[in-house]
């Protein structure tokens, strides 16, 4: 099943719940600064122990890494770092799509079901919401999370609106 709804990522129950972070893994702004202070500062020290792959990076654009939920109503985080938007000619759909492709791998390695999405990029990365949940919708559509409760939690009218205008090419899955 895959629903779309506006709602606070944080208040989802879920097996995980999909963190828009960066490639530090040590909170920010929108989504992931919500998801750091909702959780407690466990998530912050679970993140720190995560392996850099470089300096400064647990976690390269395109790729996902999986904590426990701490204080939030999800069991886990599924950090994911999605491109910032450049135009769209330095490889970002790829990258987005990736994004969604490494969080349902990671998900189903750690035999979870359930997971609650935001739109990853949409925020401060710039990435333009049509755009965004066309690739968005098509990589959870797909095969591979066909046996899992998905829910993409938006925030703010604009980029409900670009993911149920996405939402009727789905070809696989009702919304």
Request: proline fraction near 6%.
């Amino acid at each position: 099943m895959l629903r779309i709804i506006e709602a606070d990522i944080t208040t989802q129950a879920a097996d995980a719940i999909v963190n828009a972070a960066n490639e530090t893994l040590l909170g920010g702004g929108g989504v992931d600064g919500a998801i750091h202070r909702a959780a407690g500062p466990e998530l912050l020290r679970a993140c720190r122990s995560l392996a850099e792959v470089r300096p400064g990076v647990r976690c390269p654009t395109g790729e996902a890494r999986i904590t426990p939920g701490f204080a939030l109503p999800a069991n886990h985080v599924i950090h994911t770092v999605g491109p910032v938007w450049e135009g769209g000619d330095q490889g970002e759909a790829e990258l987005l799509a990736a994004c969604y492709r490494k969080c349902i791998g990671l998900a189903r390695e750690h035999g979870l079901h359930s997971l609650a999405f935001p739109a990853i990029s949409c925020g401060v990365f710039g990435y333009p919401p049509d755009s965004a949940a066309r690739i968005a919708l098509h990589e959870l559509s797909d095969s591979s999370a066909q046996d899992m409760e998905i829910t993409v939690c938006v925030y703010g009218e604009r980029i409900l609106a670009s993911y149920r205008k996405a939402a009727p090419s789905l070809t696989s899955r009702q919304r």
